[in-house]
């Protein structure tokens, strides 16, 4: 498989602290790649510096697998931290001095302005735009010249709950065309629902990195809810399979041992004739993942 | 090139306080030039200012004195790149920092090409209004548009390069103007006696724009008459095209060792 990005332990020193200190990684064509981290982890540092925004301490990257020139992030779409926008000018303005420095035709305006559903106010200043038309502006921009790379630093920041829906959307529909994608976020949610690959990093190290299911999935955890909830509880801790049992708000937290699935655990409360309002297998929270792999480190 | 010129175009374009402080401009100048005949003049052989060919020393003169309101629009429109990150958004998206800077220098030529055009047109109209000889249209002293138009670009590149180096628009305004209360110190004060004084960047521009009146004024006085400047000095304008390339040279030397 063709390799998009390679970075060789790459490092930027601020002088109190590291921002990055020696990543590596590869992305492969076509795959959908999560950085994954808290917040101040170096996960913008790092786009920043493949962005040539920012200059490193020590390490290579090399985009394509060719040495770096400025014309290589013609190719490259980004959106980094915030959309940068004239907020004087109206969105098609602005994506016109894009399409300009990338060197694509104004005729691909229209085109990235239909797939962020914001055809019919592209006459509008920059100014009068929602935080998620913003945000959809930026990855129009990023859109524009059909580029092999889309980079996209924490896209549904801010967002409410439709912004988020709508730019998962987005990635996805981008992704299906074959377009590599890199994404920086925070939610462990995100990156669980759009990635193939992940990247855990803190401090700006890499933890952990590999296919998403893979790092991500390691624990058998079921929410679980029933309007009898004392009924549910005393048969959770009778199925053969029960590890722990946490209580939330509305659902118990049922923790299964690695040997049993989420199947049998259904199965098994169906045959006891108990009613279940809500069953969901879900993966650990980034709180409970992020200490847990911190402790491993 | 021609796609740098059409970014800018569009950023100038749309902008209204560019607009209001080149109108403005225009405006006041025009109103400069054109009471410059209400100052005492003394000369025999140019008794009107406003007439050719000394129109072109007397309009480039006045206009070269609002030179400060240019300057800034050069400070705004490139703390407008680092207020909206625009300036990153251009290298992210695949403009070298050095390509940057000369597409923002290209901002600095249209204006300077824009006031230079409407300093031209309207010594024209003054001059033809005066009654000018049409012989006299272009005299040696036209060369003095090349002068102001020099003037100019140098004293945006100056308002360039410290609006890049300070980022923020407040402060580069502060700076800005306050450079010439310390370039006015160097030359009064600390450089009196030395030739040096006559180097100082501001002075050499100001060397590129000659006012008649002060000629004039010089022969009322009695003392000796000075030999007429009638065309530019060109070896001013020389230093003057270094103290751009200066300008430009470290402005892209400190926009490539930075993080955006």
Redesign the interface.
């Known amino acids: 498989m063709d390799t998009i990005l390679k970075i060789d332990s790459l490092t930027k020193k601020y002088p109190s602290l590291f921002a990055v200190s020696q990543l590596s990684l590869s992305i492969d064509k076509g795959s959908v790649f999560g950085l994954l981290g808290p917040n101040g982890s170096g996960k913008t540092t790092t786009l920043g510096i493949i962005l040539g925004v920012t200059s490193a301490t020590s390490g290579n990257f090399s985009w394509f697998g060719k040495n770096n020139s400025s014309s290589d992030r013609k190719k490259i779409g980004a959106l980094l931290e915030t959309p940068n926008f004239y907020s004087y000018l109206s969105a098609k303005s602005n994506l016109k001095i894009s399409a300009k420095i990338k060197g694509v035709d104004y005729k691909d305006i229209d085109r990235v302005a239909e797939i962020v559903n914001l055809k019919d106010r592209l006459n509008d200043k920059f100014k009068t735009y929602s935080l998620g038309m913003k945000q959809r502006l930026a990855i129009a921009a990023a859109l524009l010249g059909k580029p092999e790379v889309l980079v996209l630093d924490e896209p549904t920041n801010g967002l409410d709950p439709q912004g988020i829906a709508e730019i998962r959307t987005v990635i996805q529909n981008i992704s299906k065309i074959g377009v590599t994608i890199i994404l920086a976020s925070h939610a462990l949610d995100e990156v669980e629902k759009v990635c193939s690959h992940v990247c855990v990093i803190k401090k700006g190290k890499s933890l952990i990195q590999g296919n998403v299911n893979d790092v991500l999935v390691g624990e058998n955890l079921i929410e679980v809810a029933s309007s009898e909830k004392e009924k549910l509880k005393e048969l959770a801790t009778t199925f053969s399979g029960f590890k722990t049992l946490k209580e939330e708000n509305y659902y118990l937290l049922v923790t299964l041992q690695d040997s049993s699935s989420s199947i049998e655990f259904s199965k098994y409360l169906i045959t006891n004739n108990i009613i279940i309002t809500h069953f969901v297998k879900r993966t650990k929270s980034l709180e409970e993942f992020f200490l847990e792999t911190t402790k491993d480190a | 090139m021609l796609?740098?010129i059409?970014?800018e175009y569009?950023?100038l374009k749309?902008?209204?306080s560019f607009w209001i402080i080149l109108v403005f401009y225009m405006l006041i100048s025009f109103y400069v030039v054109g009471k410059a005949d209400s100052l005492p003049t003394g000369s025999d052989v140019f008794a009107n200012p406003l007439q050719f060919p000394m129109i072109w020393l007397t309009s480039t003169y006045c206009a070269s004195f609002l030179v400060l309101f240019p300057s800034i629009l050069i400070i705004l429109n490139i703390g407008?790149e680092f207020k909206?990150?625009?300036a990153?958004?251009?290298?992210?998206?695949?403009?070298?920092?050095t390509?940057f800077i000369l597409s923002k220098f290209i901002s600095v030529c249209l204006i300077a090409t824009i006031i230079t055009i409407y300093v031209i047109l309207l010594s024209l109209f003054l001059g033809w209004q005066s009654g000018g000889e049409v012989q006299d249209f272009f005299g040696e002293q036209f060369s003095f548009i090349a002068g102001f138009y020099i003037q100019l670009i140098g004293v945006l590149s100056f308002a360039f390069f410290i609006s890049i180096l300070f980022k923020r628009t407040g402060i580069s305004i502060v700076v800005f103007v306050g450079y010439y209360f310390i370039e006015v110190i160097l030359y009064y004060l600390i450089f009196e006696d030395s030739p040096i004084r006559d180097y100082l960047p501001l002075e050499v521009f100001n060397s590129l724009t000659f006012s008649p009146i002060k000629d004039n004024l010089d022969s009322f006085s009695g003392l000796s008459i000075p030999e007429f400047k009638l065309s530019l000095n060109w070896f001013s304008a020389a230093i003057g095209a270094i103290y751009i390339a200066i300008c430009l040279s470290l402005s892209i030397l400190i926009f490539n060792r930075r993080?955006?």
């Open positions: 796609d740098l059409s970014i569009i950023k749309n902008n209204s407008n909206y990150k625009t990153k958004q251009h290298v992210i998206d695949g403009l070298s920092k390509t993080d955006v």
